[in-house]
């Protein structure tokens, strides 16, 4: 019981969460532990590489180490989505000359430093004279000449070394391509029949690519997070937002599209656009890259991950660095440890309320206002939340409350969905059925969980009648008696 208050005690000190992608370096058992013990709240799964049998026993580890810890984790797949690649060469790659002539044609035969298949015909339609191509992470670049209906002509603004199946971006179009793929399908199924609390949808384009992942699922599935890696989603963010579940700052396709100046102001919109609506946030993609290979992180690696806690993300998210890199424990150590300063620092909460919420006219609303007003007015310990889909913890957390908010709710899907939503700790506990049973459960859980000490206030939050989905209407303010878990010591 203590290794795990001591879990809950750092899990309550640090409002951002910490998500952190498993691979060859960190998917045993062992090291899901440490990286657990590290500070990371959330695991991705990133169905972009390995096969389904590894990702089965990486969620059976996770869930067994969610078990032993004690504490709700979430699991996100991330779906690859469709990754538009160039062909094969002879010789398994070829050099495109600066200036030079390269066609990309519709030839399966193996390419030279004069062409190479593209075996993608949606795009010979759709590009245009001027248009852009970049390969391999924009490292080379072409410039359309002419678009046949089976070969696009182009020239090499910046030429270079390419291999096979190389990624090409084409960021002056939208791509006419299904945003689920016949992989991406067979992944989502796998992802449903093991549980996984989030799907992330990859190379979002339109609120139409969110809308048919959740035909796909249901109502009922995993959440869905919109992955922003395309120019072409920027103009259609608000509805994509609201289709989402959460959104997810991609900032690796993001940042090859787009100039990379353009990049460090779209995302503070993003982030800003995405917490008001009260739904979570994920900033990712080389937030530590140079602790693949090193054990420690660049000065501007650390103020990167800064700038997005001061924004008031609700997760930052490791890729490479935990999955593959040779310091996957330190990683996570350094970002929660760079987390942790940044909410230190008496300057935070104001930063974080640069960013203005505006509740909409509804008493569940009105009263997560109050929750932030009351703590900001009255010594309080904590905020607890009762609930059953976990929309009063979201509505809180919009609010970013100076105190910890436990959220307490009969789902255990909920309670996994709360590791990705910032400042919460949730814990999975049976129902409420009257007023007096949730003010003495939500004591109980608040000295158990080190939420406060007998004399300190917290407010409780819930709707009446109990279980009725929506109907936050109770806001009440209660005091710790030290006797609490004598008198009721079994929960």
Request: proline share 7%; with cysteine.
């Given at each position: ?98 200036g030079s002539h390269f066609t990309l044609d519709a030839n399966p035969a193996p390419g030279d430093d004069t062409r190479v298949c593209l075996p993608h015909p949606e795009l010979f339609g759709i590009l245009h004279k001027d248009q852009r191509l970049l390969i391999d992470d924009g490292k080379l670049r072409l410039r359309v000449i002419h678009a046949d209906p089976d070969a696009i002509l182009c020239s090499a603004e910046v030429g270079g070394v ?246 307490l709710t009969p789902s255990p899907k909920t309670a996994r969905r709360m590791a990705l939503l910032w400042g919460v700790y949730a814990v999975h506990t049976r129902d409420i059925g009257s007023f007096e049973e949730m003010i003495g459960k939500g004591k109980r859980m608040a000295l158990r969980h080190g939420f406060g000490e007998a004399g300190a206030k917290l407010v409780t939050l819930a709707g009446v009648p109990f279980g009725t989905p929506g ?21």
């Amino acid at each position: 019981m203590a290794r795990v208050d001591r879990q809950h005690q750092t899990q309550r000190g640090r409002k951002v969460k910490i998500l952190a992608t498993l691979g060859p370096a960190s998917r045993s058992p062992e090291m899901i532990a440490k990286l657990l013990r590290a500070g990371a709240d959330a695991f991705r799964v990133n169905m972009s590489h390995g096969d389904q049998a590894t990702h089965a026993e990486t969620i059976a580890a996770i869930r067994a180490a969610e078990k032993d810890i004690g504490r709700p984790i979430a699991i996100l797949c991330d779906l690859q989505g469709p990754k538009l690649r160039v062909g094969t060469f002879a010789g398994g790659r070829a050099v495109i000359r600066h200036g030079s002539h390269f066609t990309l044609d519709a030839n399966p035969a193996p390419g030279d430093d004069t062409r190479v298949c593209l075996p993608h015909p949606e795009l010979f339609g759709i590009l245009h004279k001027d248009q852009r191509l970049l390969i391999d992470d924009g490292k080379l670049r072409l410039r359309v000449i002419h678009a046949d209906p089976d070969a696009i002509l182009c020239s090499a603004e910046v030429g270079g070394v390419i291999s096979d199946r190389k990624g090409v971006n084409v960021p002056d179009a939208v791509v006419p391509v299904p945003a689920l793929t016949d992989k991406d399908r067979r992944d989502l199924s796998f992802a449903l029949e093991h549980g996984a609390d989030y799907i992330a949808l990859s190379f979002v384009q339109r609120p139409e690519d969110v809308a048919e992942a959740r035909r796909l699922t249901g109502p009922h599935g995993p959440a869905l997070i919109a992955k922003i890696e395309k120019p072409a989603a920027l103009e259609h963010l608000d509805a994509i937002i609201e289709l989402a579940d959460g959104i997810m700052v991609a900032r690796g396709d993001l940042g090859v599209e787009l100039n990379p100046e353009e990049v460090p102001p779209l995302q503070k919109r993003i982030v800003e656009v995405t917490r008001r609506s009260g739904k979570p946030v994920i900033v990712a993609t080389q937030m530590l890259e140079s602790m693949i290979e090193s054990p420690a992180p660049t000065r501007a690696e650390v103020s990167d991950v800064a700038n997005a806690v001061y924004d008031g993300a609700d997760a930052v998210m490791l890729s490479a660095e935990t999955a593959s890199g040779a310091w996957p424990v330190e990683a996570v150590t350094i970002m929660d440890r760079i987390a942790i300063q940044v909410e230190r620092d008496p300057g935070y909460q104001a930063r974080i309320h640069f960013t203005s919420v505006h509740p909409d006219a509804t008493t569940a609303d009105a009263l997560a206002q109050a929750c932030a007003t009351i703590a900001q007015t009255v010594t309080l310990a904590g905020i607890i939340c009762f609930t059953g889909s976990g929309a009063t913890a979201r509505r809180v957390a919009r609010e970013r409350p100076s105190v910890p908010v436990m959220v307490l709710t009969p789902s255990p899907k909920t309670a996994r969905r709360m590791a990705l939503l910032w400042g919460v700790y949730a814990v999975h506990t049976r129902d409420i059925g009257s007023f007096e049973e949730m003010i003495g459960k939500g004591k109980r859980m608040a000295l158990r969980h080190g939420f406060g000490e007998a004399g300190a206030k917290l407010v409780t939050l819930a709707g009446v009648p109990f279980g009725t989905p929506g109907a936050t209407n109770l806001l009440h303010v209660v005091t710790l008696a030290g006797n609490e878990l004598d008198r009721h010591p079994g929960g």
